[in-house]
Structures are given as C-alpha cells and as structure tokens.
C-alpha cells in the first residue's frame, strides 16, 4: 500500500528489529494483563488540566496499581486543531507545525515519561491517538484516505520512534472510536489501521516486535462482528483487536433525559424496580450481554486475536438532581452491572479496562472515591 507523502517522512533514524524484552506474543501477553484502567479526561483533553483533572504522576499510576490494576490505557491528544476550536490553549498545542504534521518534541516527552512512570512500575500500557477532534475518527471516507493515512503515517513514525525503546509492556493502538458503519466506510478504516502497522513497524528496534491494537467500527462488538477483518502485519501473532462496552446506553451514560430515551436506573433481571418502571432496562440485560462478549470471542480470540475492552463502565445517580426513588436498588444495580460485565468479558477473553475520569480514584491525593464500584470490579475478576 502506497501512501501519499503529504508530509515528509519521520521515520529518519530506522534500526534492525530488536527481540530483547518483546518475546511475548499478542495472546502471551493478554495473558499476563489482568484489570485495566483509563487515565480519562487528561492526556486526550485540549490541555491537559483543562478537563478538571491534574497532571499524571508516578503516584498516582502507583495508587492504581496498589487497587488491584496491572494495566493502563492513556487516551492521548496529538493533533487537536486547536487553532479553530480551543485558541485558548496557547502552548499547550501539540503540533509544532501542521504543514508538516510534526508534533512538538515537548509533547513526545511528556507522553515518554507517563509511559515510564507506568513501565517502571511493571504496569502494562496502551497508549493512543484518542479522538483529537475527529481528523481520523470521523473521516473514515473513500475521499479522505490519502490525506488522514498520511498523518497517520506521520503522527505514528514521530510517536514509535519516540517510545522505541520501551519493552513489551507498551502497546500502540491505532485510534479510539472509528465512527464506521458500512463496508465502504471499513475499508477506509482498514486503510488507516494498515497504515499505522506499516509506520510503527518501519521504524525497527523492539517496534518490529511490539503488539499493536486495532480498533473495530465504532468499537461495537456486533459491527466489528459483521464488518471487520484484520489488517496484515510482517510478524506472526502480534495483533490485538479493541472494542467498547457502554450497555445498555440509558443505564451507563445518560446523565439526564433525552429526545431517545430517557435514564435507566436498573438494571438487570433481579434488580428491576416496581414503584418507577420507566426507569428499568428494557435491552441489553444479562443474556445480551452474554450473547456480546461470546460473538467476540468467536469473531477473535477463538482465532487468536486476544480482545482489549479498551473502555466500559456505568456510574453512580443520585448527587445531584436525578435521584433514584429506590437509591440503594439503583445501587445494586450499578454493582450487579459490573460485576457480571467485568466477569463475562474475563470468562470470554476480553481484558476489561475500566473508563475511569477521576471519580474512583482521586487523582490528588490517590484515596478511593467510590469503594462499591472498585469491589464491584474486583468480585467480577475474581469470579
């Protein structure tokens, strides 16, 4: 595959492949991940406290850790166009120069000692270009390929150059959410996914070996099912596949009523309230979930592919004006919710990666926020 040279090339310092330290294969090292946790809302954000959270420190990468965690997801911003949509963040931008898409060598930095504080503290790592403002995500386009592959192209050769001489405890994933719903719109995402196992690869050293992570369409587990196929790669079995789970939607994101739907505050099929009906869920109960995460077992890991659930997560009402009238089931709920999500995902193959941004664990001074969501966690892991 042939990309167009929009930008120049990054990739000017290539070495010969280097296995010291990346013997593990993609499914090896899914084996060795246990919990997973996003530092959300931070390193992705416009700058990087601009989202209400502190700057990431080793102790807090150790406090997590401490929870129970042996991984971390860092959701990470490149290439904001902060010049239209968040003039304020002055320095804070990442691009040195968008005509040549070089980022800022500040930038690269910054992400390699997050990486370190993680690396050095046997943590695993999945690090990213999250959403950036959709120049990736929301241009999965026949007329857009050449453009948004270049960047690719030159965003990854600057990032795995950067990040080379980590060992396998760092993992790259291509993007975050592709916004993909039809088999043309795929192709153009496999195009990109190609493109950055071709940057990352080009650039040697123990990147030859590393394990990379692909996103399906919309991280959707049925549509990754119906429309996604592996892109190729030069070395065997390093491949992992990534999918969401936010179901049913009403329960685990809503945070007010809306225009579709209205909140859902319980959930499952023993958690159901008589005294507000309206609030119970209709879909995406148990048996759906099973019927999920055992379509992505057979669509991956039955073939090899170890699966990131790279973001999930419900969360708690009742501080503010959307009171449950039966708090403690509503509770109950959001606990049952985890716990069988966390336990079904580990049961099927896919490693669980907790969507946290800052309301678990507190990121100044590291004590646990909510101890019936980290035990709710912990009693799905340990079914």
Partial sequence: MQ??????????SPQAPDATGMSSSATELAAKIKLGWNIGNTMEAPAVTAWGNPAITEDYVKAVKQQGFNAIRIPCAWDWDWRKDYSWAGDNIHIEDYKTARIKSEWLNRVKEV????????????????????????????EKVDSVSAKQKAYWE??????????????????????????????????????????????????????????????NIEKSNDLMNMPSDEIEGRLMAEVHFYSPSQFCILTEDVSWGKMVYYWGKDYHSDIEPERNATYGEEDEVDQSFRLAKS?????????????????RRGNSDNVPKE????????????????????????????????????????TVKDQRTLDAIMAGANQ
């Avoid at 990486?115 to 026949?142: A, R, T």
């Avoid at 669509?299 to 969360?315: A, H, N, Q, R, S």
Wanted: with cysteine; glycine share 8%.
């Fill in 3 to 12: 990309v167009s040279r929009l930008f120049p090339s990054y990739n000017t």
């Fill in 115 to 142: 990486v370190g504080y993680c690396v050095n503290n046997d943590m695993y790592v999945l690090l990213n270009i999250h959403y950036d403002g959709g120049w990736l995500e929301h241009n999965c386009k026949p």
């Fill in 158 to 219: 600057q990032i795995a150059t950067a990040m080379r001489d980590f060992d396998e405890h760092l993992m790259f994933a291509s993007a975050n959410e592709p916004a993909v719903k039809t088999v043309e719109e795929m192709e153009a995402l496999h195009t990109y996914h190609q493109t950055f196992i071709n940057a990352v690869r080009s650039t040697g050293g123990r990147n030859s070996y590393r394990v990379l992570v692909v996103q399906g369409p919309g991280t």
């Fill in 299 to 315: 669509k991956f890991v039955d073939k090899g592919i170890p699966v990131i659930l790279g973001e999930y997560g419900t969360y």
């Fill in 327 to 366: 708090l403690e089931k509503h509770n109950n709920s959001v606990d049952h919710w985890i716990t069988y999500v966390t336990g079904k995902a580990l049961e099927n193959g896919l490693i669980p990666f907790w969507w946290d941004t800052g309301g678990l664990i507190d990121r100044s001074d590291y």
